[in-house]
C-alpha cells in the first residue's frame, strides 16, 4: 500500500485503514448483540410483541430520518472538499452534527417516559434489551458527535483540502456506521413484530 | 540513554525482578501443596502461599509499570523527569513497606496482622488480592499519588504524546480505582461488586492502556516506523480495550446476586474483549514486518513479538474460553479460571515489563542499545524457556480444570471436591514440573544480566528499500 503523500479519492476504503478496523469491530459487538436479541425473543415472542407497542415509534421515526438525513449532509461535506471548498466541508458536517444533536434530544425524551413510568433494565427481557442495545447506539451517536465536530473545526481552519482530506472520509465512514446501525436497530427492535 | 533522570528506573527494575523470583519461588511452594497438602504446614500454609504468590505478583508487576514510566516518560516528554529524587524515595517507601507486608503475611498470623495494623479502625482486609494491611494501603495511595505527580509534571511540562498520554491515562485510572480497596461494604454481593472494579478494571480495563502505551513505545524505538502510524494502532487498540473491556466486567457479575441482565452484558461484552488483543497481534507483527532497520536488541523486539502473541492466546483466547454465561454457570472459579489467570498475566503483564527491562536496561547499564550477541541468546532461551513451560502449566491446568468441572460439576454423578483433586493429582504434577522448568528460565533469565558483559553490542542495520506494492 502507497504511504503518505496526497491520497486520491478514489482509493479504497475511503478514509484511514485504521477506521475501518475499528468499524469492522464495532458492527461485531452490534451483531452480536442484535443477534443475542433475535435468538432470546424467539423464546419469548409474545412478551416482546407485547411491550414493543409501548415503544413510541413515531419518535424513533424521526429519529430515522434525522439520521438519513446527517448522513446525506455528510456526503455533501466530503463532495465539497473534493472540490476544494472546505468552508463548505465544514457547514455540511456542523448541520450533520446539529441532525446528531436532535437524534440525541428525541431519544432523550423517550428515555425520559420510559424511567418515568419505572422501566429498568431488570423490567423485563424485552426493555432489557430495547434500553442496552439503543443506549449502546446512543453513547455511538454520541462518539460519532465528538468526531463530526472535530472534522467540522479542522476543515474550518482550512485543515483540509481538495488533494488531502483522509480525514473528512475518515469521519464520515465512522458516521455512516452509526447511520447504519439505527437502520437495523430501528426495524429490529420497534417495526418488526 | 537520552535523559539523566532516566536512570531512576534501575531501581525500579531490579527490585521488580527480584519480587518475581520471589513470587515464581511461593508458586513452586503453592504447586507442591496442591498435591502434598501438609507441604512446609504449619510454616508456610496454603493461604498464606496463595497470598504471598499474588500480591508479590501485584507489586512487582507496578514496580516494573513505574519503572517503564521513568524510562519512557523522559524520552517521550524530552526533558528531565520533574523530580528524581521523590522517585527514588518513593521506591524506597514502596520496597520497604513491601517487604514489611509480606513479613507480616509469613511471620504473623493473619487475623493478628489486622489486629496489629489496626485494621477495625478501617476494616479493608480479608478479601483476595486485596489482603494488604490497611495502612499499607494507604501506603500505595501515598506512593501512587507521588509518583502521579512527578509523571504528570514531566508530561505537563514536556512534549505531549499519544504515547505518554495513554500511559498516564492508564496509571491515572489504576490510583482512582485502587481506591475502591477501601470500600468495603457490610453486604457481600455489594462487596464483590466494587471488588471487581479494582480487579478486573485494573487488569481488563486501565492495564490494557499502560500494556500498549510500553509496547507502542518500544516499538516506535526497535523499528523506526512512523510514530503517527503507530499512534493511530494504539488509539484504535485502547478504544476497543475500554469499549468491551468496561461492560465486560459484567462476566464477574452473574453469579454474585447482582441483576441478571448482568449475564447479557458480560457474555456480549466480553466475549469480544479478544478483538483488542487481537489488533495487538496484528499490529506488532506488522509493525515489525515494515521495520525501517534491524535494531542490534533482537531480544527486546522478541519481547515485544511475543507479549502480543501471548496476551492474545492467555487474556483472549483462555478467558473467552469460559467468559460466556451458560459456560461460566459450569466453569467458575475452577482450574479453568488458573490456566486462564496464569497465562494472561504472563503473557499481557510480566512479558511487557520484561520487554521494557530487555529495552532500556542495556541502555541504563551504559551501552549504546543492546547488550552483547552472548548476553541476548541466554536471554532468548530464558524467553522461550518461560514461555513454553507457562504454555504446559496453562494447558495442564485446563486439563485439570476440564475433567474437574466435568466430575464434579457437569456429570450426572458428580463427585465431592476432594474425591476431584485427588484424581486430577497427575495434572498438578505435570504443572508442578513445568513450574520448575519455569524457574529454571527465570535463573536463565538473571544470569542473561551478568554474562557478556565485556564483549561488545551488534550493530545496527539498515533494512533493504521495501518493494512497491
Same mark, same amino acid.
Given at each position: 500500500?502507497?504511504?503518505?503523500?496526497?491520497?486520491?479519492?478514489?482509493?479504497?476504503?475511503?478514509?484511514?485503514?485504521?477506521?475501518?478496523?475499528?468499524?469492522?469491530?464495532?458492527?461485531?459487538?452490534?451483531?452480536?448483540?442484535?443477534?443475542?436479541?433475535?435468538?432470546?425473543?424467539?423464546?419469548?415472542? &409474545?412478551?416482546?410483541?407485547?411491550?414493543?407497542?409501548?415503544?413510541?415509534?413515531?419518535?424513533?421515526?424521526?429519529?430515522?430520518?434525522?439520521?438519513?438525513?446527517?448522513?446525506?449532509?455528510?456526503?455533501?461535506?466530503?463532495?465539497?472538499?473534493?472540490?476544494?471548498?472546505?468552508?463548505?466541508?465544514?457547514?455540511?458536517?456542523?448541520?450533520?452534527?446539529?441532525?446528531?444533536?436532535?437524534?440525541?434530544?428525541?431519544?432523550?425524551?423517550?428515555?425520559?417516559?420510559?424511567?418515568?413510568?419505572?422501566?429498568?433494565?431488570?423490567?423485563?427481557?424485552?426493555?432489557? $434489551?430495547?434500553?442496552?442495545?439503543?443506549?449502546?447506539?446512543?453513547?455511538?451517536?454520541?462518539?460519532?458527535?465528538?468526531?463530526?465536530?472535530?472534522?467540522?473545526?479542522?476543515?474550518?481552519?482550512?485543515?483540509?483540502?481538495?488533494?488531502?482530506?483522509?480525514?473528512?472520509?475518515?469521519?464520515?465512514?465512522?458516521?455512516?456506521?452509526?447511520?447504519?446501525?439505527?437502520?437495523?436497530?430501528?426495524?429490529?427492535?420497534?417495526?418488526?413484530? | 540513554?537520552?535523559?539523566?533522570?532516566?536512570?531512576?528506573?534501575?531501581?525500579?527494575?531490579? /527490585?521488580?525482578?527480584?519480587?518475581?523470583?520471589?513470587?515464581?519461588?511461593?508458586?513452586?511452594?503453592?504447586?507442591?501443596?496442591?498435591?502434598?497438602?501438609?507441604?512446609?504446614?504449619?510454616?508456610?500454609?496454603?493461604?498464606?502461599?496463595?497470598?504471598?504468590?499474588?500480591?508479590?505478583?501485584?507489586?512487582?508487576?507496578?514496580?516494573?509499570?513505574?519503572?517503564?514510566?521513568?524510562?519512557?516518560?523522559?524520552?517521550?516528554?524530552?526533558?528531565?523527569?520533574?523530580?528524581?529524587?521523590?522517585?527514588?524515595?518513593?521506591?524506597?517507601?514502596?520496597?520497604?513497606?513491601?517487604?514489611?507486608?509480606?513479613?507480616?503475611?509469613?511471620?504473623?498470623?493473619?487475623?493478628?496482622?489486622?489486629?496489629?495494623?489496626?485494621?477495625?479502625?478501617?476494616?479493608?482486609?480479608?478479601?483476595?488480592?486485596?489482603?494488604?494491611?490497611?495502612?499499607?494501603?494507604?501506603?500505595?495511595?501515598?506512593?501512587?499519588?507521588?509518583?502521579?505527580?512527578?509523571?504528570?509534571?514531566?508530561?505537563?511540562?514536556?512534549?505531549?504524546?499519544?504515547?505518554?498520554?495513554?500511559?498516564?491515562?492508564?496509571?491515572?485510572?489504576?490510583?482512582?480505582?485502587?481506591?475502591?480497596?477501601?470500600?468495603?461494604?457490610?453486604?457481600?454481593?455489594?462487596?464483590?461488586?466494587?471488588?471487581?472494579?479494582?480487579?478486573?478494571?485494573?487488569?481488563?480495563?486501565?492495564?490494557?492502556?499502560?500494556?500498549?502505551?510500553?509496547? /507502542?513505545?518500544?516499538?516506535?524505538?526497535?523499528?523506526?516506523?512512523?510514530? &503517527?502510524?503507530?499512534?493511530?494502532?494504539?488509539?484504535?487498540?485502547?478504544?476497543?480495550?475500554?469499549?468491551?473491556?468496561?461492560?465486560?466486567?459484567?462476566?464477574? $457479575?452473574?453469579?454474585?446476586?447482582?441483576?441478571?441482565?448482568?449475564?447479557?452484558?458480560?457474555?456480549?461484552?466480553?466475549?469480544? &474483549?479478544?478483538?483488542?488483543?487481537?489488533?495487538?497481534?496484528?499490529?506488532?507483527?506488522?509493525?515489525?514486518?515494515?521495520?525501517?532497520?534491524?535494531?542490534?536488541?533482537?531480544?527486546?523486539?522478541?519481547?515485544?513479538?511475543?507479549?502480543?502473541?501471548? /496476551?492474545?492466546?492467555?487474556?483472549?483466547?483462555?478467558?473467552?474460553?469460559?467468559?460466556?454465561?451458560?459456560?461460566?454457570?459450569?466453569?467458575?472459579?475452577?482450574?479453568?479460571?488458573?490456566?486462564?489467570?496464569?497465562?494472561?498475566?504472563?503473557? /499481557?503483564?510480566?512479558?511487557?515489563?520484561?520487554?521494557?527491562?530487555?529495552?532500556?536496561?542495556?541502555?541504563?547499564?551504559?551501552?549504546?542499545?543492546?547488550?552483547?550477541?552472548?548476553?541476548?541468546?541466554? &536471554?532468548?532461551?530464558?524467553?522461550?524457556?518461560?514461555?513454553?513451560?507457562?504454555?504446559?502449566?496453562?494447558? $495442564?491446568?485446563?486439563?485439570?480444570?476440564?475433567?474437574?468441572?466435568?466430575?464434579?460439576?457437569?456429570?450426572?454423578?458428580?463427585?465431592?471436591?476432594?474425591?476431584?483433586?485427588?484424581?486430577?493429582?497427575?495434572?498438578?504434577?505435570?504443572?508442578?514440573?513445568?513450574?520448575?522448568?519455569?524457574?529454571?528460565?527465570?535463573?536463565?533469565?538473571?544470569?542473561?544480566?551478568?554474562?557478556?558483559?565485556?564483549?561488545?553490542?551488534?550493530?545496527?542495520?539498515?533494512?533493504?528499500?521495501?518493494?512497491?506494492?
Amino acid at each position: 500500500m502507497p504511504e503518505g503523500g496526497p491520497v486520491p479519492s478514489a482509493t479504497y476504503p475511503p478514509g484511514d485503514l485504521a477506521i475501518w478496523i475499528f468499524i469492522l469491530a464495532e458492527l461485531l459487538v452490534f451483531a452480536v448483540f442484535f443477534a443475542a436479541y433475535a435468538f432470546t425473543r424467539l423464546d419469548h415472542v &409474545e412478551l416482546f410483541n407485547h411491550y414493543q407497542t409501548t415503544l413510541d415509534s413515531d419518535a424513533a421515526l424521526v429519529n430515522t430520518l434525522a439520521l438519513i438525513t446527517s448522513s446525506w449532509l455528510v456526503v455533501r461535506g466530503v463532495a465539497a472538499v473534493r472540490e476544494g471548498d472546505h468552508r463548505a466541508c465544514a457547514r455540511w458536517f456542523w448541520g450533520a452534527f446539529g441532525m446528531g444533536a436532535l437524534f440525541l434530544f428525541v431519544k432523550s425524551l423517550e428515555y425520559a417516559h420510559h424511567l418515568s413510568a419505572g422501566i429498568s433494565l431488570s423490567t423485563n427481557t424485552f426493555y432489557m $434489551f430495547y434500553l442496552s442495545l439503543t443506549f449502546f447506539h446512543f453513547m455511538h451517536v454520541m462518539l460519532g458527535m465528538v468526531i463530526l465536530a472535530a472534522v467540522a473545526i479542522k476543515a474550518a481552519g482550512g485543515g483540509y483540502s481538495r488533494e488531502d482530506h483522509v480525514g473528512v472520509e475518515t469521519g464520515a465512514s465512522y458516521w455512516h456506521m452509526v447511520d447504519l446501525v439505527w437502520l437495523v436497530l430501528f426495524p429490529l427492535v420497534y417495526v418488526m413484530r | 540513554m537520552q535523559y539523566k533522570s532516566q536512570a531512576v528506573a534501575k531501581p525500579y527494575f531490579i /527490585a521488580a525482578i527480584g519480587l518475581f523470583i520471589g513470587q515464581i519461588l511461593f508458586g513452586l511452594i503453592l504447586g507442591l501443596q496442591y498435591v502434598v497438602g501438609d507441604f512446609m504446614f504449619p510454616e508456610i500454609p496454603f493461604n498464606v502461599a496463595r497470598m504471598v504468590h499474588t500480591n508479590l505478583l501485584i507489586v512487582w508487576l507496578l514496580f516494573g509499570f513505574m519503572g517503564s514510566a521513568y524510562y519512557l516518560v523522559p524520552e517521550e516528554a524530552e526533558r528531565e523527569l520533574h523530580s528524581p529524587g521523590l522517585a527514588i524515595l518513593m521506591f524506597w517507601i514502596f520496597l520497604v513497606a513491601g517487604a514489611l507486608t509480606v513479613l507480616g503475611y509469613l511471620l504473623v498470623p493473619y487475623s493478628g496482622l489486622a489486629q496489629m495494623t489496626g485494621n477495625h479502625l478501617l476494616p479493608t482486609m480479608g478479601r483476595e488480592f486485596l489482603e494488604q494491611p490497611t495502612i499499607t494501603k494507604v501506603g500505595i495511595v501515598i506512593v501512587a499519588l507521588a509518583f502521579l505527580y512527578n509523571v504528570g509534571m514531566t508530561v505537563l511540562k514536556g512534549r505531549k504524546t499519544v504515547v505518554s498520554l495513554v500511559l498516564l491515562i492508564g496509571l491515572l485510572g489504576l490510583a482512582l480505582l485502587f481506591l475502591f480497596a477501601f470500600y468495603n461494604p457490610d453486604n457481600l454481593a455489594k462487596d464483590k461488586y466494587y471488588w471487581w472494579w479494582v480487579v478486573h478494571l485494573w487488569v481488563e480495563g486501565v492495564w490494557e492502556l499502560i500494556l500498549g502505551a510500553i509496547l /507502542a513505545f518500544v516499538l516506535i524505538k526497535t523499528t523506526g516506523v512512523d510514530r &503517527e502510524v503507530i499512534e493511530k494502532w494504539l488509539y484504535v487498540i485502547i478504544a476497543m480495550a475500554l469499549i468491551t473491556g468496561i461492560v465486560g466486567t459484567g462476566h464477574h $457479575f452473574y453469579w454474585i446476586g447482582a441483576p441478571e441482565y448482568w449475564q447479557w452484558w458480560g457474555s456480549i461484552f466480553s466475549a469480544l &474483549e479478544p478483538l483488542p488483543f487481537f489488533m495487538m497481534t496484528v499490529f506488532a507483527f506488522n509493525m515489525v514486518n515494515r521495520r525501517r532497520r534491524n535494531h542490534p536488541n533482537k531480544a527486546a523486539v522478541l519481547w515485544a513479538l511475543g507479549t502480543a502473541v501471548m /496476551a492474545f492466546l492467555g487474556a483472549g483466547v483462555w478467558g473467552f474460553m469460559h467468559t460466556l454465561s451458560p459456560v461460566n454457570y459450569y466453569t467458575h472459579g475452577s482450574q479453568i479460571t488458573a490456566a486462564h489467570g496464569h497465562m494472561a498475566f504472563y503473557g /499481557a503483564y510480566v512479558m511487557i515489563v520484561l520487554t521494557m527491562i530487555s529495552y532500556a536496561m542495556p541502555i541504563l547499564r551504559g551501552r549504546q542499545a543492546a547488550n552483547s550477541n552472548l548476553s541476548q541468546v541466554v &536471554e532468548m532461551w530464558s524467553f522461550w524457556l518461560m514461555t513454553v513451560s507457562m504454555v504446559f502449566i496453562t494447558l $495442564f491446568l485446563t486439563g485439570a480444570g476440564i475433567l474437574q468441572v466435568y466430575m464434579q460439576r457437569y456429570s450426572t454423578d458428580p463427585l465431592p471436591f476432594m474425591v476431584v483433586q485427588e484424581k486430577i493429582a497427575l495434572f498438578y504434577w505435570m504443572r508442578e514440573v513445568a513450574g520448575l522448568v519455569f524457574l529454571i528460565g527465570l535463573i536463565t533469565y538473571v544470569a542473561s544480566f551478568f554474562v557478556g558483559g565485556r564483549q561488545p553490542e551488534p550493530k545496527a542495520t539498515a533494512m533493504p528499500e521495501p518493494a512497491a506494492g
